[in-house]
Nanobody
């Protein structure tokens, strides 16, 4: 079955940057949408960013201007570049990919931003 393997999480100081990666076990052209969401301590799951098969992107208001989602079809990988990180960005970040029907999910990677 399809697997999404995440990497790039870690500990970073406020104002720093991280680049998360999500590598799929299949060609990602088959996915209508791919993206990232997160769950912070004491909060509901929040959609962070999405990228459509046509290349259009969407971002949560809380991260606009600080993050960029991109995809590399040749590498079957989606990235989330995060800059100017804040302590409130601390969360487990999850990758997902969806064809027309159904969805696949990553296992999550921890991002911790210290003040």
């Amino acid at each position: 079955q399809v697997q999404l393997v995440e990497s790039g999480g870690g500990l970073v100081q406020a104002g720093g940057s991280l680049r998360l990666s999500c590598a799929a076990s299949v060609s990602i052209f088959r996915f209508n949408i791919m993206g990232w969401y997160r769950r912070a301590p004491g909060k509901q799951r929040e959609l962070v960013a999405t990228i459509m098969d046509g290349g259009s992107t969407n971002y949560a208001d809380s991260v606009k201007g600080r993050v960029t989602i991109s995809r590399d079809n040749a590498k079957n990988t989606v990235y989330l570049q995060m800059n100017s990180l804040k302590p409130e960005d601390t969360a487990v970040y999850y990758c997902y990919a969806a064809p027309t029907y159904g969805a696949y999910w990553g296992q999550g990677t921890q991002v911790t931003v210290s003040s």
